[in-house]
């Protein structure tokens, strides 16, 4: 883990426990400017309120610092119809960090992807 990815971890950290959509708007909206495009910006700003909500509680369960926090998180995703509130984080910015480190600490992509990853499903060959 570098310099790089250890003060994002930090930061992103320090985000989610004001457990402010607000803050974590203006956080993911950075790092898209920092290490994405335009368009991944764009992505995060067309995230409704309640998008990002679900996605801070994700964030919030799939990090072990903020485990005084899990309790809170899985009562505000159970009442508001997440399937499997313990499925991690999903959705714009959700789990890239600057070297492609996840939220907590495991690999992912290199750059914030809105949405997720990108790919095509081939039909099986005969």
């Not at 930090?10 to 708007?25: C, F, M, P, T, Y």
């Amino acid at each position: 883990m570098t310099a790089d990815d250890r003060a994002y971890g930090e930061r992103l950290g320090e985000v989610l426990r004001k457990r402010s959509v607000e803050a974590l708007r203006a956080f993911l909206e950075a790092q898209a400017g920092r290490y994405g495009d335009e368009r991944q910006v764009e992505a995060i700003r067309a995230q409704s309120d309640t998008e990002l909500e679900m996605i801070m509680h994700r964030m919030t369960l799939a990090r072990g610092d903020l485990a005084k926090l899990h309790a809170d998180s899985e009562r505000w995703l159970a009442a508001h119809g997440a399937s499997d509130p313990g499925a991690g984080p999903s959705g714009p910015g959700a789990g890239a960090g600057p070297s492609g480190s996840s939220p907590g600490g495991g690999p992912s992509s290199r750059r914030p992807r809105p949405g997720g990853p990108q790919r095509r499903h081939r039909p099986p060959q005969a």
